[in-house]
């Protein structure tokens, strides 16, 4: 009899690393500087380091993280922000808090990143209407994956855009042999606890290069504050990393790499036991995913709910990222203007997660693909090879 198989496994990975996260909580017990104490600094030079950035700072979510680099290049009224349709809200949330408008770019069909050749056309439709003036590209590394960093690099310098990573999902994967952290102006990240490097609670940081954005960060992390406490510089927010936040992340950025490691080994036995049967989750060119979620795509709605439910019998959990295209939730579609982004539409109607975590046994990933093999329309129970 196997274990339940869960779609996440924090209390797993609480055992496994329980000795180091119990001395690093205690460590904070005992100085009890919980706001910006020195766990705080000591996870910003290993995140630096780890992604080859030359500076991060540590905030109170990824939203904050993306919000705080959007309020650093004064974006709000009047400014088109282009993102993806297909990604989680917070994407699409920050700005329009800001007051600035979201404009919805489609994604590829494979690969489920921005499709940049709608980017330009987009681009182009808001340049030509002449109402917004274009600002910033949000390209979101979805999934685990990189978006197309490259491409977006051009058609941000070409149009003057403001070039800002959301890496919310997928920290700890690379493009090109490095790490993700400088394919952008600045990069965001999130400690949600069920991101692949995940603390107790919220969290987030901001990676980038420039000291100068660095700097900005951390006065807008902190009310705007100047040198001195006391001393108001700009309209800032409540947006810091917990100490407590970060010492349970900086022990589990010691096993961090061995834990993508175990979540590439888990895709890897969905791929052989799937690939024949489902569209298993295209790898973008030369990179590494942090596989954040593992999707897969079936040939229409009546098929996910048929394996959906057939994982269920089983005991199997997944989930659909995302059920609904950001353009068609009702809180962004009266800042959409109407035009059809087919394959957000599409990927929403058939997508589905299985799950995937560094204590998953390969053989309850065998039993999964096995629950989703049986679970496909014509019932066909495969014969895997021992
Ligand atoms: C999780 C997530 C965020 C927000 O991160 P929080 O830490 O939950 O605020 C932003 N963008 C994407 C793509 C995400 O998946």
């Known amino acids: 009899m196997q274990d339940p198989v869960t779609f996440l496994d924090l209390k797993?990975?609480?055992r496994r690393i329980e000795p180091a996260l119990r001395a690093r909580l205690e460590a904070v017990l005992a100085h009890c500087q919980f706001v910006l104490g020195p766990e705080v600094t000591e996870l910003e030079q290993r995140l630096a380091a780890y992604a080859g950035a030359a500076h991060?700072?540590?905030?109170?979510?990824g939203t904050d993280a993306l919000q705080i680099a959007m309020m650093a290049e004064g974006i709000g009224r009047g400014h088109a922000v282009f993102l993806p349709a297909f990604t989680y809200t917070a994407t699409a949330e920050v700005?329009?808090?800001?007051?600035?408008?979201?404009?919805?770019?489609?994604?590829d069909p494979r690969t489920f990143q921005i499709d940049v050749a709608d980017l330009r056309r987009r681009i182009a439709s808001v340049r030509a209407e002449g109402v917004l003036r274009p600002r910033a590209v949000i390209g979101v590394d979805l999934f685990g994956q990189p978006a197309p960093w490259q491409e977006?690099?051009?058609?941000?310098?070409?149009?003057?855009l403001f070039l800002l990573d959301d890496c919310a999902q997928s920290f700890g994967a690379s493009l090109a042999g490095r790490k993700l952290g400088r394919e952008a102006d600045a990069t965001a990240i999130s400690f949600f606890p069920s991101k692949p490097l995940g603390g107790y609670g919220d969290g987030g940081a901001l990676l980038t290069d420039s000291a100068e954005r660095a700097a900005l960060y951390r006065s807008l992390r902190t009310h705007g504050e100047g040198t001195t406490r006391y001393e108001v510089l700009r309209t800032g927010m409540n947006g810091?990393?917990?100490?407590?936040q970060a010492a349970v992340l900086l022990a589990k950025l010691d096993v961090f790499e061995e834990e993508l490691a175990?979540?590439?080994?888990?895709?890897?036995?969905?791929?052989?036991?799937?690939g024949h049967r489902v569209t298993t989750p295209a790898r973008v060119p030369d990179s590494a995913s942090a596989w954040a979620v593992y999707a897969i795509l079936l040939a229409d709605t009546a098929a996910r709910d048929a394996i959906q439910a057939s994982l269920r019998a089983d005991g199997i959990p997944s989930a659909i990222y995302y059920p609904r295209p950001l353009h068609h939730q009702p809180a962004y579609a009266p800042h959409h203007r109407?035009?059809?982004?087919?394959?957000?539409?599409?990927?929403?109607?058939?997508?589905?997660?299985l799950p995937i975590h560094p204590d998953l046994t390969a053989d309850q990933a065998a039993h999964v693909a096995d629950a989703v093999l049986c679970g496909q329309p014509d019932r066909v129970r495969p014969v895997l090879p021992v």
């Open 12 to 14: 797993a990975q609480q």
């Open 262 to 274: 175990a979540r590439e080994r888990i895709a890897r036995i969905y791929d052989a036991a799937l």
């Open 338 to 353: 109407g035009s059809a982004l087919p394959v957000s539409e599409d990927l929403a109607t058939r997508i589905l997660a």
């Open 56 to 61: 991060c700072v540590g905030v109170s979510s």
């Open 152 to 160: 977006l690099r051009a058609v941000a310098e070409e149009h003057g």
């Open 240 to 244: 810091r990393l917990d100490t407590l």
């Open 95 to 107: 700005p329009l808090v800001l007051g600035a408008t979201p404009v919805f770019v489609d994604v």
